[in-house]
């Protein structure tokens, strides 16, 4: 432990200045060197023009074009979904449209049917009546065919008895005219 | 003879640092009987004419010389353009970051093919290189920055490559070398200036003379003596920051790895074992905290480099007195 500072000491002072001396003449750090700069330049300009030809422009173009490619894909998917909201846009339209027609159809079915049940039940009504009507009618003819039937069973019925009655004598066509005469004035009646 | 101790503990230790010339921690000290003052750090910042190459067999590297070329004479300019370690480092380091490039390209056109992301690695580069231009550059350097991108974009990948090379093993960081960092700099220096021409014109000149036409013509020609040598050694201090920021950045946390892997060699001269356990222990611990600190620092560094660039060149662009 005791020798350990002084052999430190001894190797990073004096030891590297000496050392130099042993090898020769004093080393400048800061001695330009003309061939080696002759050699610096000649090589960084030769890779320069090679790198700027065969690795910056590929590269850097490479990486454009995938910029552009980049930038294409994402203006076209702005694109389609553009054109899908259109779309779907446009399949609404017509959607509500159908129900919209849809529902005029229900409406316009249901009015036609409902117009149509109130012509049937009025022509339904009509019908009863005519025939109601008919059969009025009817019944009224044959009420008068059957009081002229009765009348003339009753004239019939009238001059029997009365031939019954008064015997032969009064079988001549102007006692007939006669009785008829006073029939017609009881049916004025 | 405590000085005596204190010496041969300290040659000892020295020795047994030797071998880390080779920044090969795991090398195994031979005691050599010579004893000799090595310096294990400054070769290891510093560049060189000869590089080590892993090798299978101890001492587990080869140093393999480069060749040295002969100078050549412009004018009163000595060129010497042998290479050197870090001429190597930034050849390696170019080829490196070209080949994962080129094929982070290609993985990225099969993909763009196949109409999808890469992914994986591949993907995990395309963000840097994004968050690089969408929030570095491009909102720092302004209106119609994009012919700025290219330089900008290498400048970050170069730097950050030849930093994360600096912590492979056998690896030396170039950045780490004020003639790498002061060429980028100078290299930063003249697109800000070019810049600032082409965007404003004849207008470049009030960003060197300072003539504010708001105040009365005496303030106007004080300001003008007083700011016009401001602005000019402004131009030229950002440049001059950038260099030494990164040079320093790099240089200095080689430097304290290095001294606390040094330091657990040291230790290991302590005679007794629990100390000497707890005293190499700390060193290691602390050597590997900093290695982490440093692949943040690689990034940062970088970073900091192509952000502080792209603010030149945007106020540069944008100055209208």
Request: charged letters at 15%.
């Amino acid at each position: 432990m005791r020798s350990l500072l002084p052999v430190l000491v001894a190797f990073l002072a004096p030891a590297s200045a000496a050392a130099s001396e042993v090898a020769g003449a004093k080393v400048n750090l800061l001695d330009p060197h003309y061939g080696l700069m002759f050699w610096t330049i000649l090589i960084f300009i030769a890779v320069l023009l090679v790198l700027n030809k065969y690795a910056w422009n590929p590269i850097l173009d490479a990486v454009r074009g995938r910029e552009k490619s980049l930038t294409d894909a994402i203006a076209a998917a702005a694109a389609d979904r553009d054109s899908a909201a259109r779309l779907l846009a446009e399949h609404r339209a017509a959607i509500e449209a159908a129900r919209t027609e849809a529902q005029r159809y229900i409406a316009e079915g249901r009015a036609t049917a409902e117009s149509m049940r109130g012509e049937m039940l009025e022509q339904t009504r009509l019908q009863q009546g005519e025939i109601l009507e008919r059969a009025r009618k009817e019944i009224e003819s044959e009420k008068v065919k059957a009081i002229d039937e009765l009348r003339r069973e009753a004239v019939d019925l009238a001059l029997a008895g009365a031939g019954k009655l008064i015997g032969q004598r009064l079988d001549g066509p102007a006692d007939r005219g006669l009785v008829e005469q006073y029939l017609a004035t009881l049916g004025t009646k | 003879m405590k000085t005596g101790s204190v010496a041969a503990l300290l040659s000892l230790a020295l020795l047994v640092v030797a071998p880390l010339r080779a920044q090969e921690p795991e090398v195994a000290a031979p005691h050599a009987a010579t004893v000799e003052r090595v310096d294990i750090i400054t070769p290891h910042i510093t560049d060189g004419n000869h590089i080590e190459l892993p090798w299978v067999l101890p001492p587990f590297f080869i140093e393999y010389a480069l060749p040295t070329w002969k100078p050549i004479h412009i004018g009163a300019l000595v060129l010497d353009l042998s290479p050197t370690k870090h001429v190597v480092m930034l050849l390696f380091g170019a080829l490196a970051l070209t080949v994962v490039m080129l094929l982070t390209a290609r993985a990225h056109r099969r993909a763009s093919a196949a109409g999808a992301a890469p992914t994986g690695g591949t993907n995990a580069i395309e963000a840097m290189i994004l968050y690089i231009r969408d929030e570095v550059i491009l909102p720092n350097v302004g209106h119609h920055g994009e012919g700025f991108v290219p330089y900008l974009m290498t400048a970050f990948f170069f730097i950050l490559t030849l930093n994360l090379l600096g912590l492979v093993p056998f690896g030396s960081t170039a950045t780490g070398n004020i003639s790498v960092t002061a060429t980028m700099a100078i290299m930063t220096f003249l697109t800000v200036e070019i810049a600032g021409v082409r965007a404003n014109g004849l207008g470049y000149l009030n960003t060197i003379f300072y003539w504010d036409t708001k105040q009365p013509l005496f303030m106007r020609i004080v300001l003008f003596l007083i700011m016009s040598p401001v602005e000019l050694i402004g131009k030229f201090t950002k440049p001059f920051a950038l260099a030494i920021r990164l040079f320093a950045n790099m240089t200095a946390g080689h430097i304290v790895v290095l001294a606390f892997v040094g330091m657990i060699f040291t230790f290991s001269a302590v005679e007794n074992p629990a100390v000497r356990v707890v005293a190499m222990g700390l060193p290691a611990i602390m050597a590997v905290a900093i290695m982490m600190l440093e692949l943040l620092v690689a990034f940062l560094q970088a970073f900091i480099f192509t952000l502080l660039s792209a603010v030149f060149i945007g106020q540069m662009r944008a100055s209208h007195h």
